[in-house]
């Protein structure tokens, strides 16, 4: 009797320990994860609802339950109550199923008590890897939410290893990646090195979130001024543009709200104190600080500091900007490598070619003598009249027709008739371009069809028919960045906005609608 007494006792103690076992377990894990605790716990039920499919049949519907707070463990199959079973596993007769619950009819769901299952070797492992896989998944959904929006921070962490040439840094709660190509050149990261990085993206794939890190990005280099620099941080100063070779040298472009800061030297602060700071972060990159200017032509000469710009020529077709510098500042304002310049591009958009004084005059020349040559073909007049035409800014045989006469009879030496005349001339020439033109784009095969479309002229059909553009169906599947972009377009010689470029595509299109009404025949037809 004392042996049973015993027995008794020890049994409910024995079940105690395993249900705090069970809390235990789940409290520990969300700790050390740092994911809800009820994420846990769904795990182990989920895990236990497997085993015991396991034991009792895949096909029934077994669900468990552990209280949160207790951890008593429940264990049931869930049954249809149905007038004849069919699926014994989880249908039940209203006979049997009243035996289980008072009442029961058909139709309602009940609960068939099972009892604890224990754990074989196979079970214990299946269970493991159904706690693991759930609290790995909840690990990968914390670390989303949590970096998601933080894209374009700086973050501190430590180098954990180098995997072929990029490098994975622990971020504390998580792992970033720094690729080869957002390292600065011959910066040697170790393991173990603490290192300051920009939060470059954050995406959610299969593995897990992917946090890509970057110490070669612009945006790096802003932030770290904005740490330095409280006016950045306030607002007060912006920096407006960031050009980077990493490593090596940058320029920033800055400007001030405030008329009584100045922006240059509140960043490059007492005794070059702020900027060393960022300068000593990026591995020795020099850096230009630069005052910027909504002025593009007085920018670009800032951006080319610190070489002297005797003038500015801006083309805004081709988006080029020709800068003209003494002979000796030439290999200044280009650079090592063609550095400076490189960088002065990047800082204000736009494709910057340098050339001498002399060579800026060689050019002009050059440009004078074939625009005269041009004038005295077309127009079949004399050198002298030619080169008058020239000196006045006249270029093109369309500004000759066109202008108002009393410009031309304006200049000196001209009357009238003679303004008249070089009118009718030039009239006359572009008739002759045009009629020849029309001819070409026949023998191409362009259909006349394409020339009725306004706006677009015999030359422009030309250029068409050599790229292979010959009917309305071949201009109407075009987009319009493939007809006007000023860098790959087809017409991008004719410098044609994008709206034109649009306009001309619709109007080839139009007979796609013939017939349409309504809001389908102004519908623009997806490609």
Request: with cysteine; aromatic share 4%; net charge negative.
């Amino acid at each position: 009797m004392a042996q049973a007494a015993t027995a008794t006792r020890s049994g409910p103690a024995a079940v105690t320990a395993n249900r705090a076992e069970l809390i235990a377990i789940a409290d520990a894990v969300a700790r050390e994860k740092s994911i809800d605790r009820m994420i846990v716990i769904e795990a182990m039920e989920e895990s236990i609802q497997k085993a015991a499919r396991a034991r009792y049949g895949a096909e029934n519907d077994i669900r468990a339950k552990i209280d949160p707070r207790s951890g008593d463990l429940r264990l049931w199959r869930v049954l249809e109550v149905v007038e004849a079973p069919e699926d014994f596993f989880k249908q039940v007769s209203v006979a049997d199923a009243q035996k289980l619950q008072a009442g029961a009819v058909v139709g309602d769901f009940i609960v068939d008590p099972l009892p604890p299952i224990e754990f074989g070797r196979i079970a214990a492992q299946a269970a493991k890897q159904v706690i693991v896989q759930k609290v790995r998944d909840a690990e990968r959904d914390r670390q989303f939410e949590e970096y998601k929006d933080r894209q374009g921070e700086i973050i501190t962490g430590v180098v954990k290893r180098a995997e072929f040439g990029h490098v994975v840094v622990d971020l504390g709660k998580a792992e970033g990646v720094i690729r080869r190509d957002q390292q600065i050149p011959r910066e040697v990261l170790r393991v173990g090195d603490r290192v300051r990085t920009l939060i470059l993206s954050v995406r959610r794939e299969p593995r897990g979130p992917q946090i890509f890190l970057s110490r070669a990005a612009g945006d790096f280099m802003k932030k770290l001024f904005a740490q330095e620099v409280p006016e950045i941080y306030d607002g007060i100063i912006e920096i407006k543009a960031v050009a980077r070779d990493p490593g090596s040298r940058a320029k920033i472009g800055v400007i001030s709200r405030d008329s009584s800061i100045d922006p240059v030297g509140a960043c490059v602060g007492m005794k070059g104190s702020r900027v060393q700071a960022v300068v000593q972060e990026l591995q020795g990159e020099k850096i230009d600080i630069i005052p910027w200017s909504p002025d593009t032509a007085t920018f670009v000469v800032n951006a080319l500091q610190p070489a002297e710009v005797a003038k500015v020529v801006l083309d805004d077709t081709d988006n080029r900007i020709d800068v003209v510098v003494p002979d000796d500042q030439l290999s200044l304002a280009i650079g090592r490598r063609g550095q400076n310049v490189r960088l002065a591009s990047q800082l204000t958009g736009r494709q910057i070619d340098i050339m001498t004084e002399a060579d800026e005059s060689e050019r002009r020349q050059k440009e004078f003598v074939e625009k005269s040559e041009m004038f005295q073909t077309e127009l079949d007049v004399d050198e002298t009249l030619a080169q008058l035409l020239v000196a006045e800014g006249f270029s093109e045989l369309e500004e000759v027709a066109y202008v108002d006469v009393a410009e031309l009879a304006g200049i000196e030496g001209f009357d009238d008739d003679l303004a008249a005349e070089l009118q009718s001339r030039a009239q006359e020439a572009l008739d002759r371009k045009e009629a020849a033109a029309r001819e070409e784009r026949r023998a191409l095969g362009v259909d006349d069809t394409l020339a009725g479309i306004d706006g677009l002229t015999e030359a422009m059909l030309v250029v068409l028919g050599h790229a292979g553009v010959k009917t309305l169906d071949d201009l109407g599947d075009l987009a319009s960045d493939e007809l006007v972009d000023k860098r790959t377009g087809i017409l991008r010689a004719f410098g044609l906005g994008e709206d034109e470029g649009n306009r001309i595509i619709m109007a080839a299109r139009a007979h796609w609608f013939e017939g349409e009404t309504g809001e389908d025949a102004h519908a623009e037809p997806s490609r």
